[in-house]
């Protein structure tokens, strides 16, 4: 199917996602037509806040330290915000209609989707960690050019964002791989929203400016990547008498991306590195390798995936955890036009 052909399918699934995202959000602006003033809704998109769903988000006293909110402002924005959007109970039934929603992004590979239940899926966090060379970086590519094909082509007809940490984005690769899929490489890089971070600081400010693109933008993400979402907090919290306030400070970044991904259906795709484990000379580990960042980490991603190498060109996938799919392998390659199955 040629670029042509796809654009009218593609132009009619973003209109029926923008009509459907109204099920998840409600835009802060409304809060201005119930008697919340435009200084005090322009205070709460500067923190990051953009929808009434993201109030519901915030505790009130991350909410007071917000320059320029009282507590009694902040008790009123929380009234109003329950009586716009519940953020109560609601039956399975509905919140099977919810996740009815959820959308899945192919890997280029049918069987790692497979494995993974069909794909990178939206409204949750996806983590991939590994030793250097698996195909962690290659999957992101990946995955941001197949975002913006049509539903039908394992897309989700939406833009991708790009946070890199490692200076590991290589344009050069979304051409070759848009080259696979028949799309034009320059529409597809114009696509991808990229910035580099340089400190866990900055990273966590470029995740707030995308909260309220992900608002002003609606329905138009459907991919957020970070490659890696460790790096920096390595580099920036050194020895073990830094390890808490790392801890502390990733937990809270996580729990924002979990948030964002809820929030907009999007899809995030983090990718992490691995440590040797101190316990692999026991009989009973098999792998002396594990993932950085321990619980708040492993706790925060929905779907982590274990990759390393096979033989040749052959990597392996496992399902480390999932509360979806079962624990399983599946083998994939890279290639010049991204992730592909493997013919071994």
């Known amino acids: ?11 009619a699934e973003l209109q029926e996602s923008e009509e459907e995202e109204e099920l998840f959000y409600t835009e802060i602006d409304e809060l201005q037509n119930h008697g919340i003033g435009a200084a005090d809704i322009t205070k709460l998109k500067s923190a990051g806040i953009c929808t009434v769903r993201a109030i519901h988000m915030t505790t009130r006293r991350n909410l ?3 320059k320029g909110l009282s507590e009694a402002k902040v008790d009123k924005l929380k009234e109003t915000a329950s009586k716009l959007q519940s953020a109560s109970f609601m039956t399975a039934t509905e919140f099977s209609q919810v996740r009815s929603k959820v959308m899945y992004i192919s890997t280029g590979s049918k069987s790692l989707d497979a494995l993974i239940g069909g794909g990178v899926p939206t409204m949750s966090i996806t983590e991939a960690f590994g030793e250097f060379r698996t195909g962690k970086t ?22 991708a964002a790009f946070i890199d940490t490692e200076g590991t984005f290589r344009p050069e690769r ?26 866990s600081e900055h990273q ?15 329905g138009v993400y459907r991919l957020l990547v970070i490659d890696s979402i460790i790096a920096l907090f390595r580099t920036d919290y050194a020895g073990r008498g830094e390890l808490a306030e790392r801890q502390q400070k ?30 692999s000379n026991m009989m009973f580990v098999s792998d002396p390798r594990k993932p950085i960042g321990g619980h708040v980490l492993a706790h925060a991603s929905t779907v982590r995936l274990y990759l390393r190498k096979g033989r040749g060109d052959e990597r392996i996938a496992k399902v480390y955890d999932s509360p979806d799919v079962p ?18």
């Open 204 to 218: 966590m400010e470029l995740i707030i400016e995308l909260a309220a693109r992900f608002a002003e933008e609606k």
């Open 250 to 279: 990733l937990n809270i970044m996580l729990s924002r991306l979990t948030k964002i991904a809820e929030e907009f259906n999007v899809a995030v795709y983090i990718t992490n590195q691995v440590q040797a484990d101190p316990g």
């Open 327 to 344: 624990e399983a392998e599946s083998p994939y390659t890279i290639s010049n036009g991204g992730i592909i199955d493997s013919s071994g």
């Open 1 to 11: 199917m040629s670029e042509l052909e796809q654009m009218p399918d593609q132009e």
């Open 174 to 199: 979304i051409k070759s791989i848009a080259a696979r899929f028949g799309i034009d490489h320059e529409a597809a890089l114009e696509n991808i929203l990229f910035a580099r971070a340089y400190t």
């Open 138 to 159: 290659q999957i992101a590519h990946t995955l941001c050019v197949v975002a913006q094909l049509p539903l039908a082509m394992g897309g989700t007809s939406g833009k």
């Open 64 to 66: 007071c330290k917000i």
